[in-house]
């Protein structure tokens, strides 16, 4: 996982539940048995690193970094890293 400095604050309850959704939706093995926090902290991480990159290739990878698990230890592809991109966007920091 990457180590962010600075978070974002959490989504409301809706915006959260949203976002678990579209992850699911993506593949559920993104979601996996992983805690509810860390999910939603790697997406939060995302979106530090939105603000500070306008470099989409970057975000891709980095969205490769954060989004890993034992089965899938070099991420869930490029299409499904777009997919997880974009709903870290759209449900955790649409100002972004």
């Known amino acids: ?4 400095p600075s978070i974002r604050p959490d989504p409301d309850s809706i915006a959260h539940a ?6 699911n939706a993506i593949d559920p093995e993104i ?3 992983m805690p509810v926090d860390e999910g939603l902290n790697r997406g939060r991480a995302l979106c530090t ?3 500070g990159s306008a470099d989409y ?10 989004f890993t698990d034992p089965g899938h230890p070099n991420g869930f592809g490029p299409a499904k ?16």
């Open 18 to 23: 949203k976002y678990s959704e579209a992850l």
């Open 1 to 4: 996982m990457i180590d962010m």
């Open 81 to 96: 890293n777009m997919l997880i991109l974009h709903a870290v966007r759209q449900y955790l920091c649409p100002a972004s």
């Open 57 to 66: 290739a970057e975000l891709l990878e980095l969205t490769r970094k954060q």
């Open 31 to 33: 979601v996996g048995d």
């Open 49 to 51: 690193a939105m603000k």
